[in-house]
């Protein structure tokens, strides 16, 4: 291991606040100084005007050009991956020890457990690892070795799953396959070599369980269904018919696999619509349905295209308020990081006004525990749900 100091970037006078108050993104335009010929993903220093070091992060020629990951000095060797892997799989210990009623939970959660740009997913005996910054890329096999080393989790499998264009799907440690977890007493399939993100969407653990407790009796209508997340746990609830809308031709095979797992869910009161979820909404009544879940992918992952995004959401939502049933419920989600909880709030009272329909909130819902929140990093709240009566 060399011992040689990263290259240093120097901040502007008066820009170190943002790094005082622990934000772990540094901006482009808060440096005087960047050395030349840096490649995309290198371990940098930043310093202050006084030459007073700050913080060690990753470096991507970007608007976003230092990630943090530590505002003390330290080397990124193995005993590092070690310690923050360790670390992250401790605090999940002690969030679930009482809570987790599944063997499928996300380990690492970015910034949330201080290691911007790293998503681990873990599925029963195998890790999913996502890197959605160059630095983690180069970390990956760090990264596989730290996973292997805790002992309890018992991992078999280490699948780096691609985000970035210079990235790769492979296999890092292992034979992929398939795996089958369980959610709340419901078996998933989860395909993380086929699947969107690293197979499954872990985010709507709690929100799902909370569907199951108003599904009983009723007609479910679930847009943007992916597996079925929604749809099985309103069939294992009791729901009386449950639709499931989603344009992803395999999502309709996820979904028969899981309705098969699950032994004690009658499939018949199941069916599963190849779709475009907004023309459904626009073409279809609603008025049948007791119950609609709509939970479309980002639409806007660029703050340039927020605008966009929000037009989308309400009309989407507008849309479906117009045809709803008198006094039936709606779960409606955004997962763009760039609409904030109070944007998506206001998104929602321009659809009810829109659809000139009477609406209430009965719940606000968000991330669960495994998804945590740095205080220093209000963008990583990136989920928000609004449970609406339509009245
Ligand atoms: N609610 C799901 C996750 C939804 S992810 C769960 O709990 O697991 C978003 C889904 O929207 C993906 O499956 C994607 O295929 C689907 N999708 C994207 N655009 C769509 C469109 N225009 N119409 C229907 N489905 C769409």
């Not at 890092?172 to 499954?200: L, M, R, S």
């Not at 609406?359 to 991330?367: F, K, R």
Request: net charge positive; hydrophobic share 40%; charged share 20%.
């Amino acid at each position: 291991m060399s011992h040689t100091q990263p290259p240093t970037l120097l901040l502007k006078a008066g820009k170190e606040k943002s790094i005082l108050q622990r934000h772990p993104w540094i901006f482009s335009g808060a440096f005087a100084q960047v050395p030349e010929g840096l490649a995309d993903g290198a371990i940098v220093q930043v310093a202050n005007q006084q030459q007073q070091f700050m913080a060690i992060g990753h470096y991507t020629k970007s608007s976003i050009m230092v990630r943090i990951l530590s505002f003390e000095k330290l080397m990124l060797d193995q005993h590092y991956w070690n310690e923050v892997i360790e670390k992250a799989w401790i605090r999940r210990k002690l969030i679930f020890e009482h809570t987790l009623q599944t063997n499928a939970f996300r380990l690492v959660h970015g910034e949330g457990d201080q290691l911007p740009g790293l998503i681990v997913d873990v599925y029963n005996f195998t890790a999913v690892i996502q890197c959605h910054s160059p630095g983690m890329l180069q970390h990956q096999l760090q990264i596989a070795q730290a996973l292997l080393a805790l002992v309890d989790l018992e991992i078999k499998v280490v699948y780096n799953k691609k985000i970035l264009d210079t990235d790769s799907d492979r296999c890092i440690h292992g034979t992929p396959e398939t795996v089958v977890c369980i959610e709340n007493g419901i078996y998933f399939e989860v395909d993380y070599q086929a699947g969107q993100k690293t197979g499954f969407f872990l985010d709507q653990r709690e929100n799902r369980k909370l569907l199951g407790q108003y599904a009983k009796g009723k007609t479910v209508l679930n847009t943007f269904s992916y597996s079925g997340g929604f749809s099985l746990y309103a069939l294992a609830a009791g729901a009386l018919k449950v639709t499931s809308v989603d344009s992803a031709k395999k999502a309709s095979h996820w979904t028969n696999q899981n309705l098969e797992l699950n032994k004690n869910i009658d499939p018949s009161r199941h069916q599963f619509l190849l779709a475009d979820a907004f023309e459904f909404i626009k073409s279809n009544p609603l008025n049948e349905y007791d119950l609609i879940v709509l939970d479309p992918p980002a639409f806007a992952k660029h703050l340039d295209a927020v605008k966009r995004a929000m037009i989308g959401y309400r009309n989407l939502n507008a849309e479906t308020m117009k045809g709803m049933k008198s006094n039936s419920l709606l779960f409606t989600f955004s997962c763009s990081q760039v609409i904030d909880k109070d944007l998506f709030r206001k998104i929602i009272f321009q659809a009810a006004m829109q659809a000139k329909r009477k609406v209430s909130i009965l719940h606000q819902l968000s991330q669960p525990a495994d998804h945590p929140i740095n205080v220093y990093h209000p963008e990583g709240e990136y989920l928000k749900g609004l449970v609406l009566l339509v009245a």
